[in-house]
């Protein structure tokens, strides 16, 4: 690969034939080896022959840590076989005869280098069978009880590891855990591996009976054994032996019988065989199966390697302590404190937190974030909505200032029209003052002229109407009522304020043109706010051509719309306005015009913008400027709804 | 009173206004004509009859103000009766110093507005009047021989029959033979009568 590198660019052609290459040199190599290994290496065999069945926990782990350590001695391959005798279920001579001649068989063709008693029954077996089955193997043990080895003297002087079965320390585990319990229980079953254990116990036990009441349930069918175990008062200690056959000679599984006693028992059980640790007990004195195993590997390779089999057994112990189940001192509320030392507590179930301390912080730093994060979006929403109200608040403040500001923009726009307002209603006035006054007149002659007279007071009535109509109208201008939306003709507005407006405009000798669009859609807004503007715009445009030549004095007034858009704009050709003034002309307070208070254009600005609209000016292009107003077109629908 | 044709002509662009107004003079008896501008009623073909405007001064286009000058620039001498409404004094000014008859607020009172047309009319037929009596005395003194013109100044000037005959270097009877034409054909009464026709025909001597 490193040439590939070295050559840089490679065609991939290259680069794949070269990875297969390797590949290739990479698979010979280990198989070689092996190759190699097979045909020189040196095998021994060991045989380890337990008492019980396969399926035995003790056997399983004892097989099970056997098979783990011993792998090799020196350069030799260890091959471990299995045997079971099975003894507790087929006690009888002919089996063992018969297990006798199956092993001969089987072993026939090849050496032993190892022979491995897993269990006393297997020992007593292997002792007495031993010259005609594997005569020149050695011999060693695994996992007899001291009281066996240091009783029996021809076991003197073989190898083995020993395992201590020790009823008085499990029960003073058991007093340190209670140490107000006054009953002890004693369950063991029927087989004659039980009755031993049992007579042993019995045997160290007496020393404490005077501080127990000891109950012995021994032998007992299983069905009566678990009726006697619901019976035991709370408080008590329950120490369970072995449990291989019931009293109606049941072969039973020990681990299985404690598991149903456990279940069934007011109080705490203690067990002394490390196969039941786990299975219900609260805790026990006893080396583990896993260390019985090592330690008998242990001793195993070192007879394989040569050593001195006794010299190497006088070190070989697994180490025996007090092992407790957590979840059954949990269970039962036993105070951890009162263990003694050296005490292993095993199945201890880690909480979340020792089990998964880093997700649990990162849980619960998401949770803490996510839960600043609501806590946060909480309050912020809760400050909008403080906020939204105070802004709704202040709007309709500033709706009431604005309309305020709006009426009185009409008001003294309603003045700056003063002569021109009067003259409008005088003209009127003026026109029935006369037809009444002819009127007399006529009615005096004689013959009375009664047409006439008809069409002189017909005369007055209508002008009496029309003035009416302008009173409405400045009245409507100066009302202080809320504004209304409701479906507006622009046109229609436009004229209605040219009414107004036009007779001031043309005494300032200024020709209104009017270029109206026929096919203008409606509009919503409110009638009074949106003549307020045209009126700001008229009167703007005429005060804008004061100073201007006669001759240039015209206010176009144009109304178009597209699809989206009602425009209306009113060109001048007054004195126009500057750039800086085209930028500040809707300020407020902004006045081109000496006496001006500068409102009429940033009020009507704000009035286009409650509309949705929007407002601007241009210059033109010779002279004057042009104001622009632009109204959206309703959707069909609003128009329909204002309609209702 | 003012004769049949005597017409008074309403110009306003407020129709409502100028009807009424209409109908008001017409109630007295006086023939109106109606115009809604300035420029109308210049287009219009007039009558060479007695009357008066009565003219709205604010109007669109051309005002009353222009449409009074531009009659004064005709020499037409029409009496003008303005109507406005309050507060054009400047405006009001402005139009009396022109020759207005009168300048009336609005709404107008019905008496004076029928006074001030009245005045006016008597205005005109007055001027009309005057205007007719010095063309007549231009026309005698047209008709004169260039030596009854020397005659006639020379008696105007209060000489004797005497002193008129020396002064023209002829006989004192030829003097009043002269004299007695001068006298038929100016159509004097007296000397006086005589003098009061030169006096309005000019003031001085025709220049012969």
Known sequence: MSEIKRRGLVSPFRFLAAASASLTLSLSLPSLGVAQ??????????????????????????????????RFAGASRIDVYSEYLDTARFSNAEHLDGSMTYLKEKYSDRSVDLLIAGGLESLDFLLSHRD????????????????????????????????????????????ALQPDAKRLFVISGASNRDHVWKMKAQDRLTAYRREFQIEYLSG???????????????????????????????????????????????????????TFHGNGIVGGHFATFEDLGKETAELGLQI??????????????????????????????????????????????LSAWERYPGRIVAAITIIVFQT?????????IRHRRIAERLRLASQQIAQRQRDELARVNRITTIGELSTSIAHEVNQPLSAIVSNAQAAIRLLRQSPTDTEEVAAALHDIANDGNRAAGILNRVRSLARKEQPISEPLELNEEVREVLRLAAPDAENRGVVINQEFDDALPSIIGDRIEIQQVILNLLINAAQAMQDVNPESRYIT?????????????????????????????????????RGGIGMGLSISQSIIESHEGKIWATQNADRGATFHVRFPIPSSDALDLRNV | MPSELTTVYVVDDDESVRNAKARLLK????????????????????????????????????????????????????????????????????????????F???????????????????????LRRKHRELSDIRARLESLTPREREVLMLVVDGLMNKQIASRLSIAQPTVKVHRRHVMEKMGADSITDLVRMVEKSGGSTPKG
Request: aromatic residues 6%.
């Open chain 1, 220 to 274: 007992l069918p299983l069905e009566e054994l678990l009726q006697r175990v619901r019976q035991i008062p709370a408080g008590a200690i329950v120490l369970f032996l072995l449990y291989m056959q019931d009293g109606d000679g049941q072969y039973l599984s020990s681990p299985e019988v404690l598991q149903q006693v456990a279940e069934r028992s007011a109080a705490p059980v203690y067990g002394v065989y490390n």
């Open chain 1, 557 to 593: 007034v144009r109304t178009t719309h597209d699809a989206r858009f009602v425009q209306l704009t009113i060109e001048d050709g007054g004195v126009g306005l500057a750039d800086d003034q085209l930028r500040r002309i809707f300020d407020p307070f902004f006045t081109t015009r």
């Open chain 1, 132 to 175: 005609s089955l594997f005569p020149d193997s050695p011999l060693m043990y695994s996992c007899i009880e001291s009281e066996r080895i240091a009783t029996d003297k021809s076991l003197a002087n073989l190898p083995g590891v020993q395992m201590r079965v020790d009823p008085v320390s499990t029960l003073e585990l058991a007093k």
């Open chain 2, 104 to 126: 009336l607020p609005k709404p107008v009172n019905d008496q004076e507005l029928l006074k001030a047309v009245g005045q006016a009319i008597d205005r005109h037929i007055l």
């Open chain 1, 372 to 380: 600043a994060m609501i806590v946060a979006l909480v309050v912020q």
């Open chain 1, 304 to 349: 394989l390697n040569g050593a001195d089999p006794i010299e190497a057994s006088a070190f070989t112990y697994a180490p025996v302590n007090n092992h407790l189940d957590w979840r059954q001192m949990q269970l039962w509320g036993l105070n951890q404190s009162r263990l003694p030392s050296g005490s292993v507590v095993d199945f201890r179930e």
């Open chain 1, 37 to 70: 290994s097979v045909g020189t290496v040196n095998v021994k065999n060991v045989v380890v022959v337990y008492s019980h069945e396969s399926v035995l926990p003790a056997n399983v782990i004892v097989d099970r840590m056997l098979r783990e350590n011993m």
């Open chain 2, 27 to 102: 109630s007295v008896g006086l023939r109106v004509e109606v115009f809604s501008s300035a420029r109308g009623f210049l287009d219009h073909d007039r009558a060479d009859n007695p009357g008066c405007l009565l003219l709205d001064v604010r109007m669109p286009g051309l005002s009353g103000l222009d449409l009074q000058q531009e009659l004064a620039d005709s020499k037409n001498d029409l009496p003008i009766v303005f109507m406005s409404a309050h507060g054009d004094i400047p405006m009001s000014v402005r139009a009396i110093k022109a020759g207005a008859v009168d």
